[in-house]
């Protein structure tokens, strides 16, 4: 629009007399003060993550089934292994809450002691990804230059590895174990992470308080872990979260195709996959307690994911 | 631009033969000779399939007849079923996965994106929160498990459509359901993020008021922008397609490759797991390559020829 050329708006506040106007009593004490309490970064995060319904409701399944992962195969009176076949694809009842499977094993048992395996290869396949991650892609996006240039290649080829295919490959040969697939599923897992950290890096690297920091004198170490790694956590909390479930899937998807952790013993992949054929014949809840879980955990997990990506992006903070 | 892809094209060739020689290493770590079984435990036999197999050859001219080998596209002949050669076995296979792959393809890219523009454009809207819904579930859902939902309510309660094998389109629906909703649900999220994005711009609103159509303008001028994410997660969906494939094509009996590679891998049939990986490796890496290129071409904002600089 143009600027505005009748005169008389133009001129209005001139016709606004002075003695409308009044001095009000200003009090230097307080004039400084802030009207809210200043929150952290986390502080707010925390803020935000709890005012999104569904992500907290991801946290909270998550929390039960970490739970029932620890305590569930104590509350049953029943083993995870021993067969009992006369009491075969038993349906849920009082005694079996979620039904037998088709060696008479207790499905409920069998559920909880394959959410600790699920579970477990997760949450290190994460841990173990950020580590070699943190590490790898830090040192890339710190020192730059050459070391990044020849860093940054190796990734790059790593990352053209088809990642599933190199976890079979892996797998065909070493014994299969709990080790072995977490092990597998870390060779080429850190590499997403790794490229995360390092762009964010070189990003913060950059930034005037990094160069005041260094001004100051203080040694790479500390500027690395004082300064650019607080100042990363957030992607690298949300690639955690996305990690988790693609470790579980992966996990259950080898256990699927003969791959993984190997019956009788109990992991979600096994049990869905034992209980192919029963499902044709209608016993239904062999394959639906663990489809279920495995579902709702990955679900669980991505909106947490969601939930926690607009909670820790600082660009959103109100 | 022609730089760009000789750097592309000298990384794919690396990765390639990474995996190559790792297939190797692996093949000959592995304990004992591949004939060791019950039915050839004749000493001199042994021998004899031994050097007919160059196995008593030493490692390094075994790994250069192997590059050969591999090189040649000849893969080898299969341990556990006779008179076979892994050629044999792709040759059959191949078509039947790459028709599934395409057709699974196809169906994930256009579903998605019309969903994820449907969403953006009924932003905060009960469409959008219920196609958001349905993508995060397509996500969250193993496609083993949805596979086996859609057997059991679709081909066994209703009896809408064939329970297995692969012979006319009503085979395909559920395998291409099954495998397509993962893929859809991921490409449906990333168009609806970039399409909000996109829409909020200058030249969109520049575009309405200039009074262009208004499909017009989402087909022609934001779709456009809106779709390169979705270009640049080809690969790795492609790559989740494909091992999609193993469990999709057992579940169904589907005679393809994947089924191959899975029961060679319950068989430990080594020759077989070994050439399936190559070829699978090589194509999804070949594949990647393909579309790093198209990305390169088809965004005009990515200047490849500052490389060149570099």
């Given at each position: 629009m143009k600027k505005n050329s009748n005169p008389r708006i133009r001129n209005s506040?001139?016709?606004?007399?002075?003695?409308?106007f009044t001095w009000r009593e200003r009090d230097q004490s307080t004039a400084e003060r802030l009207s809210r309490p200043s929150l952290s970064y986390w502080e707010d995060a925390w803020k935000r993550l709890v005012k999104n319904k569904l992500a907290m409701s991801g946290l909270f399944f998550l929390i039960g089934l970490v739970t029932m992962a620890i305590i569930g195969p104590i509350l049953s009176?029943?083993?995870?292994?021993?067969?009992?076949l006369p009491n075969q694809y038993q349906p849920p009842s009082a005694e079996h809450w979620f039904g037998t499977d088709s060696h008479g094993r207790d499905v409920f048992t069998r559920t909880w002691y394959g959410a600790r395996i699920s579970l477990f290869v997760g949450l290190m396949a994460a841990l173990i990804d950020v580590s070699i991650g943190i590490i790898y892609g830090g040192l890339s996006g710190y020192k730059g230059g050459r070391t990044d240039n020849i860093m940054m290649r190796i990734i790059e080829i790593l990352y053209g590895l088809p990642y599933l295919l190199v976890v079979i490959l892996l797998l065909v040969v070493l014994e299969p174990s709990l080790t072995t697939i977490i092990i597998a599923l870390t060779v080429t897992g850190w590499v997403g992470m790794a490229r995360i950290v390092r762009g964010q890096v070189l990003q913060i690297k950059n930034y005037e308080f990094v160069l005041a920091s260094k001004s100051f004198g203080t040694k790479t170490p500390r500027i690395i872990r004082k300064n650019l790694l607080p100042n990363t956590m957030g992607p690298i909390i949300v690639q955690m979260t996305l990690t988790v479930p693609s470790a579980i899937f992966a996990e259950a998807f080898l256990s699927f195709i003969g791959l993984g952790i190997q019956s009788p013993y109990a992991s979600w992949g096994v049990m869905a996959s034992d209980s192919l054929g029963a499902i044709l014949s209608g016993n239904w809840w062999t394959l639906f307690f663990p489809a279920f879980f495995i579902s709702f955990t990955m679900f669980a997990f991505n909106v947490l994911g969601d939930g926690l990506q607009d909670a820790l992006d600082p660009k959103l903070r109100k | 631009m022609l730089r760009y892809i000789l750097k592309r094209l000298l990384i794919m060739v690396i990765t390639l033969w990474i995996i190559v020689t790792l297939t190797f290493v692996l093949m000959v770590s592995i304990p004992g000779s591949p004939f060791n079984s019950d039915q050839t435990s004749n000493e001199t036999v042994q021998e004899n399939l031994e050097r007919h197999y160059n196995l008593d050859k030493p490692y390094h001219i075994q790994y250069l007849l192997y590059l050969k080998s591999i090189a040649t596209l000849e893969f080898g002949p299969s341990i556990k079923q006779p008179n076979q050669t892994v050629n044999d076995l792709l040759g059959r296979s191949f078509p039947i996965s790459f028709e599934l792959g395409m057709v699974t393809i196809i169906v994930a890219v256009i579903s998605g994106i019309l969903l994820g523009i449907i969403a953006a454009l009924r932003h905060n809207g009960i469409v959008d929160y219920l196609a958001m819904g349905v993508a995060v579930l397509g996500i969250s859902i193993p496609n083993f498990i949805l596979a086996t939902l859609l057997i059991q309510q679709l081909a066994v309660n209703a009896e809408w459509f064939p329970v297995a094998t692969w012979s006319s389109p009503a085979h395909m629906v559920l395998p291409v359901l099954a495998l397509a909703t993962g893929p859809m649900a991921i490409i449906a999220r990333l168009t609806r993020s970039t399409m909000l994005e996109v829409l909020t711009q200058d030249y969109i609103k520049m575009a309405r008021a200039k009074g262009l159509n208004p499909w017009k303008i989402i087909f022609k001028h934001a779709l456009r922008n809106a779709l390169m994410p979705v270009v640049t997660i080809m690969g790795t969906l492609l790559a989740g397609i494909l091992t999609g494939t193993f469990v999709i094509e057992q579940i169904f009996a589907i005679p393809g490759m994947g089924k191959y590679f899975v029961e060679s891998i319950n068989h430990r049939d080594y020759p077989v797991i070994m050439g399936t990986t190559v070829f699978y490796s090589s194509f999804l890496i070949i594949m990647l390559f393909l579309v790093d290129i198209a990305y390169g071409i088809l965004d005009p904002r990515i200047k490849v020829n500052k490389k060149e600089g570099e």
């Open positions: 506040h001139r016709q606004v007399p002075d003695e409308w009176p029943y083993d995870v292994h021993t067969n009992d | -």
